[in-house]
C-alpha cells in the first residue's frame, strides 16, 4: 500500500485528503484571521504580487484551485477576470463564495479534487494556486492538470511556502514550531492544524525543485520569485503549446 507525508507523519495515501480535510474543517471559520495574524498581514501583499504577476486581461477565464476563502479569486476578478473557484474542502469553498458575494461579484464554485479537475482541457487562460498545492497528496498530478486545462499562451501561478533563507532557518524553525501552535490554539482553537502548516512547509519541495515539477507538467519559461527571504515563494510557467 502506497504512503504519504502528513507532515511529519506517513500516513496511507488514500488517508491524506481525509487528514488534511479534517484539519480544514476545523478552522475554516477562523482561517482568514489566522491568516493576519500569522504573516502580519503579509499574505495580503504575496497575494496582490501574484494577481500581477498573473497578467489577466478582462474577460480572461482565471481558474483559482484550492480558493479557500477566496483572497485571489477576487482580486482576479476586481480585474475582470472570469473566475471560476475550485476547493476540495466544501466549508472552505463555501466560505470563499460568500465573500466573493458579499463582495457584489458572483463566480462558480466546484467542489472538486484538483488532481482530477471536471473540466476541459484548454478551458483557461490562467489557472492559480495559493497555499494549497503543499496539501495536495499527489502534487505531480495536480500539477498536470492545472497544464491540461490551461489554453496555449495559458500561464500557470503557484503561490505557496517554500524553503526560507539560511542564515534565518533557527528563528524561523522557533516561530514556526513554537509560536504558529500556541497562536493556533488559542485563536483557532486547534494547535494541532498550525503543528501540521509547520511541518507541511518543510516536506514541500524547495523552489528549484518546485520549478522542475512544473516543467515536468509541460510548461515551459518556469520562473520564481521569493517573497519574505524565500519563505514564500511564487513560481510561474506558460503552456506554450
Known amino acids: 500500500m502506497a504512503d504519504s507525508d502528513f507532515g511529519f507523519e506517513r500516513v496511507a495515501e488514500e488517508d491524506k485528503a481525509k487528514r488534511v480535510a479534517q484539519v480544514f474543517d476545523r478552522i475554516a471559520d477562523r482561517y482568514d484571521l489566522m491568516n493576519d495574524l500569522m504573516s502580519f498581514g503579509l499574505h495580503r501583499l504575496w497575494k496582490a504580487f501574484t494577481v500581477s504577476l498573473a497578467r489577466v486581461r478582462p474577460g480572461e477565464r482565471v481558474l483559482d484551485v484550492a480558493s479557500g476563502s477566496g ?3 477576487r482580486a482576479l476578478a476586481a480585474r475582470g ?16 463564495r460568500d465573500r ?5 461579484r458572483l463566480a462558480p464554485a466546484v467542489r472538486c479534487d484538483a488532481e482530477r479537475l471536471p473540466f476541459r482541457a484548454a478551458s483557461f487562460d490562467c489557472v492559480t494556486i495559493g497555499f494549497g498545492l503543499r496539501n495536495m497528496t499527489h502534487k505531480d498530478a495536480a500539477l498536470a492538470e492545472m497544464a491540461r486545462v490551461l489554453k496555449p499562451g495559458g500561464r500557470l501561478l503557484v503561490l505557496e511556502f517554500s524553503q526560507v533563507w539560511k542564515p534565518l532557518q533557527k528563528p524561523y524553525d522557533l516561530y514556526s514550531f ?10 483557532a482553537g486547534n494547535a494541532g492544524a498550525y503543528r501540521y502548516l509547520a511541518e507541511s512547509i518543510r516536506m ?3 523552489q528549484p525543485a518546485l520549478a522542475a515539477m512544473l516543467e515536468r507538467s ?5 520562473e ?11 513560481h ?4 506554450l503549446e
Do not use: T
Request: aromatic share 8%.
Open 71 to 73: 483572497d485571489l479569486a
Open 204 to 206: 514541500h519541495p524547495d
Open 224 to 234: 520564481y520569485f521569493n517573497l519574505a527571504a524565500g519563505a514564500v515563494a511564487v
Open 218 to 222: 509541460g510548461l515551459e519559461r518556469v
Open 100 to 104: 466573493m458575494a458579499d463582495a457584489g
Open 236 to 239: 510561474r510557467g506558460f503552456k
Open 81 to 96: 477576470a472570469q473566475v471560476c473557484m475550485s476547493d476540495i474542502n466544501g466549508p472552505m469553498l463555501a466560505r470563499g
Open 178 to 187: 513554537r509560536v504558529l501552535p500556541w497562536l493556533g490554539e488559542r485563536v
